[in-house]
């Protein structure tokens, strides 16, 4: 296997005769359709992640007023790739179009994904491995559980982790249902940078002057914490100033007297 940023290319599946055992390989995404080139002419794979649901945003998809401040929720439309992290779990996948983890493999190597997952469980010492699953359709998303849809989405490869992660990485809890826990975590922290739903926010004193910001929030913006992370920045910013005040009123009572 090779890590997924230096793979020369494999060959797109469907353009040749598929070995026994793959099934429901995903459409082609619709940048390359457009006419996007996803392999370069040197065999080098563009990663098209970068550009599922990204955009260029001139005005916030959220904003609200909080104790007369304004908080406001913008899309990051720079994230980082999760998959460039520490991370526990490995993703190895088979795609000729897209890159989608961490290590690819030559599918002709194997007769299908159980042979795949043999291979993983035998000779790379898997404790826990998930499926990796792609639906293409649009824009692409991932998750360990499958589609509903048979034409636009399918299997594209596994999630696992060995001892060699585990003592790596050093979790704390190492039992096999935490484990799981883990690579799912991690596969939809992976969906999030797919689907552009990674988030930034600004927040603007009364006077509209911006006071803070930050970026890199993956997850949905309300539940995973972020609104109330930004709520208590303001509510820091205001005792500040009452401080500030405070002393001010001191000092002025101290001059007169």
Request: charged share 35%.
């Amino acid at each position: 296997m090779v890590r997924g940023n230096e793979n020369p290319g494999l060959p797109a599946f469907g353009k040749k005769r598929k070995p026994k055992g793959w099934e429901g390989e995903p459409r082609r995404h619709m940048l390359a359709r457009m006419g996007f080139k996803t392999v370069l002419p040197d065999g080098r794979r563009l990663d098209v992640s970068n550009f599922v649901a990204r955009g260029f945003y001139d005005e916030p998809i959220h904003d609200e007023k909080y104790k007369g401040y304004t908080i406001e929720i913008w899309p990051d439309e720079t994230p980082e790739n999760p998959r460039e992290w520490d991370n526990l779990g490995i993703m190895v996948y088979g795609h000729g179009r897209y890159i989608l983890g961490d290590e690819t493999f030559d599918t002709d190597r194997y007769e299908g994904w159980e042979d795949l997952k043999k291979h993983l469980i035998e000779d790379e010492g898997a404790i826990v491995i998930l499926p990796l699953y792609l639906y293409d359709h649009s824009g692409i998303t991932m998750n360990t559980t499958g589609f509903s849809c048979p034409w636009d989405s399918g299997q594209v490869g596994f999630i696992y982790v060995n001892k060699q992660q585990i003592d790596k990485i050093g979790p704390s809890d190492t039992s096999i249902e935490k484990l799981e826990k883990y690579l799912k975590s991690e596969v939809e922290q992976f969906d999030d940078y797919l689907t552009g739903r990674v988030y930034g926010y600004k927040v603007l004193d009364p006077d509209g002057v911006e006071i803070d910001s930050c970026w890199g929030f993956y997850g949905d913006y309300d539940e995973s914490g972020l609104m109330d992370e930004v709520r208590a920045i303001v509510d820091n910013d205001i005792k500040m100033d009452e401080r500030e005040q405070f002393k001010s009123r001191i000092r002025t009572k101290e001059r007169r007297v």
